[in-house]
């Protein structure tokens, strides 16, 4: 099945780069993600969506 969706050019193999989740398998725009901030250093920590409250993952 694989073979067939390449051969007719719907999937591709390719490098990505983004913000991703690892238990859903979904990559995330920049627009729908926030910061977690450290409130000891006001620092950005972590990445998470807006719309589930979960930590993302820059994957490459």
């Known amino acids: 099945m694989a073979k067939i969706l390449e051969d007719d050019s719907y999937i591709y193999a390719g490098e990505h780069q983004g913000w ?3 238990s859903g398998g979904s ?12 409130l000891e ?16 993952q820059w994957t490459e």
Do not use: A, C, M, T
Not at 31 to 36: R, V
Not at 41 to 56: D, T
């Open 20 to 22: 991703y989740s690892l």
């Open 27 to 38: 990559f995330y725009p920049w627009n729908s993600l926030d910061f977690l901030v450290d």
């Open 41 to 56: 250093s006001g620092r950005k920590q972590q990445h998470i969506s807006i719309e589930k409250q979960k930590i993302r």
